[in-house]
């Protein structure tokens, strides 16, 4: 909508950014069945502009599940109104931590990939988590 765009009619990153984290966390409560809060957003590349006039489709999916968190991949896709052509416009990749009643974190079911493409993304996403794990330990706080 032109609200969420600015001058050149391109989609504000921010509104985009705004609907990528809306949907990972109905992604990731989905999952777990519990409330989750963003721990952080890990990845997030503006492939392709959204202008105004555009659709927008937001695709969330659990890629992995640690003890208490879960990454969530998210691909957002540009689609052409008239011709229904679409091109992935964004994608991210997010972290969640699962809440218990009294605002702690609290374990996760675990995910059980079944299609090649589940496992592919699940593997992806083990990878991620452990580079960030690497790079976390060797950052001096």
């Known amino acids: 909508m032109p609200n969420q765009a ?3 009619g391109t989609a504000f990153g921010g509104a985009i950014v ?4 809306m949907v990972a966390s109905m992604a990731a409560q989905r999952h777990c069945g519990k409330e989750v809060v963003t721990a952080s957003i890990d990845s997030l590349s503006f492939r392709e502009p959204i202008c105004v006039g555009d659709h927008v ?6 890629n992995y599940v ?3 968190s879960m990454e969530v991949g998210v691909q ?3 689609e052409d109104p ?3 052509k ?3 416009a964004t994608t991210a990749h997010l972290t969640f931590v699962a809440l218990d009643k009294d605002k702690h974190p609290c374990p996760v079911p675990p995910i059980l990939p079944q299609t090649a493409d589940e496992k592919r993304c699940y593997e992806n996403a083990k990878l991620r988590v452990q580079a960030r794990k690497d790079l976390l330990s060797k950052i001096s706080r």
């Open 6 to 8: 600015n001058p050149c």
């Open 18 to 21: 705004a609907w990528i984290d």
């Open 57 to 62: 489709v937001l695709k969330a999916a659990v």
């Open 66 to 68: 640690g003890h208490t």
């Open 76 to 78: 957002v896709i540009r």
């Open 82 to 84: 008239y011709t229904a």
């Open 86 to 88: 679409q091109v992935r």
